[in-house]
């Protein structure tokens, strides 16, 4: 295993200097879901609900959050985004919304933290924007499913964890 690389020899909180690293093409894919009560799914699908568009306002929450990420999480790097994809499937069988995201940059750092903040935020956005009619929704199974670019080169998931 590696060894952590935001504390120094000290022990103490910095920083990782990225700068003599290549700039290549760096992809990352995160997902999450939210579980909810039937009638709250149906009220997502049928455009329903009182606030407005659900998941179309939690995809530009989810693009928002990914553009703050290193404002939230203190030793991210800022970095330019080159693109964020944001993309909702709907699972009647367990009443749940999957969001996956996919976010890329060409840089020194890769975007793994970009790409799961973004989740978090469309998901949260979904319970704010529905709360009023289920209190009890459920986010959940955030996590990374693949990382393209940079010295590690690619992960995948399940392959080579």
Known sequence: MSKLTHFDAGGQAHMVDVGEKAETRRVAVAHGSIRMLPATLSIITAGDAKKGDVLGIARI?????????????????????????????????????????????????????????????????????????????????????????????HWQAGNND
């Open 61 to 153: 929450a989810a693009i928002q959050g990914s553009k703050r990420t290193a404002e939230l999480i203190p030793l991210c790097h800022p970095i330019p985004l080159t693109r964020i994809g944001v993309e909702f499937s709907i699972d009647d069988a367990v009443s749940a919304v999957h969001c996956q995201v996919t976010a890329e940059t060409v840089g020194r750092t890769g975007v793994e933290m970009e790409a799961l903040t973004a989740t978090s935020i469309a998901l949260l956005t979904i319970y704010d924007m529905c709360k009023a009619v289920d209190r009890g929704m459920t986010i959940g199974e955030i996590r990374l499913l693949e990382k393209l670019g940079g010295k590690s080169g």
